[in-house]
């Protein structure tokens, strides 16, 4: 084990937890559309089943909605799936402050995995 350690820059910790919140939020919003177009097919309420979130069959629509809706609309709903996942891990708080205090760089960690995922 060396006798120091190298310091941690603040602004790459921010950078890839700010990239795991994208992933998140990307992640949950599909799920969320997915969940509705389910709901919708089925003539059932929209409940959505958290144990779904990380299901692939179903995808490529979702995908297709939210490509529909502009990039404001897009991260609206980035943020509400975020939101719906309940409290990840404590993330919560985190995510919030992110929002307020780093929501530019929010914003482009969601276009960047969006465009991996719309363009994938």
């Given amino acids: 084990m060396p006798d120091h ?3 941690i820059d603040p602004d ?3 950078g890839l937890q700010l990239e795991h919140f994208a992933d998140m939020a990307v992640t949950a919003a599909l799920w969320l559309v997915r969940e509705s177009l389910d709901a ?4 059932t309420a929209f ?6 979130i990380y299901r692939v069959l179903g995808r490529p629509p979702a995908v297709r909605v939210l490509r529909d809706l502009t990039e404001d609309q897009r991260h609206d709903m980035f ?4 939101r719906n996942l309940g409290n990840p891990g ?8 992110s929002l307020s205090h780093y929501k530019e760089m929010l914003w482009e ?3 960047t ?6 363009n994938g």
């Fill in 90 to 97: 404590g993330m919560d708080k985190a995510f919030e402050l």
């Fill in 12 to 14: 790459t910790v921010l």
């Fill in 113 to 118: 995995r969006w465009n991996s995922i719309a």
């Fill in 47 to 52: 409940d959505p089943d958290p144990n779904n």
């Fill in 5 to 7: 350690l190298t310091p």
């Fill in 79 to 82: 943020v509400e799936g975020f």
């Fill in 109 to 111: 960690a969601f276009r």
């Fill in 40 to 43: 919708i097919e089925n003539k």
